[in-house]
């Protein structure tokens, strides 16, 4: 069996039941910055990407759709999204989330020196902010 040729993460989609919430959560608190807004959907970069497709956050509204109702932890698979930073930034923005009044857990994974903070978005979803720490 040949390997895949997947260059890169396109997008990740997550449904919401709140679309302005989470909004602003991703772009006033996570610091996403928003691309394009439509009435049921908002879309966030992440980077550059790869061969023209920009990496993309995009929130859904489902609110109110045939499927089952409102979205709800206990009803996805999402285990957590993560985003990097740079290693210089992790003790600030760690002190800039908890002044933003969020708990803040951390860890470090030391088989591949990466050292973690972890928030929860206004509907529940973990949310990772990762760096590359030669020292972990």
Request: glycine share 8%; charged share 25%.
């Amino acid at each position: 069996m040949s390997k895949t040729k997947i260059k890169a993460l396109g997008e990740i989609a997550l449904r919401v039941n709140d679309l302005e919430r989470m909004q602003e959560f991703y772009e006033q608190v996570i610091g996403l910055e928003l691309l394009r807004r439509f009435p049921k959907m908002a879309f966030f970069k992440i980077a550059e990407g790869y061969a023209g497709h920009t990496q993309i956050l995009a929130l859904f509204d489902r609110k109110g759709q045939a499927e089952g109702g409102e979205v709800s932890a206990a009803r996805t698979t999402v285990d957590h999204i993560a985003f990097t930073i740079e290693s210089s930034d992790y003790e600030a923005e760690k002190q800039r989330l908890e002044g933003l009044g969020l708990a803040v857990s951390t860890a470090e994974h030391n088989w591949v020196h990466w050292r973690s903070m972890y928030v929860f978005d206004p509907e529940g979803n973990e949310v990772e902010l990762v760096c590359y720490d030669a020292n972990v």
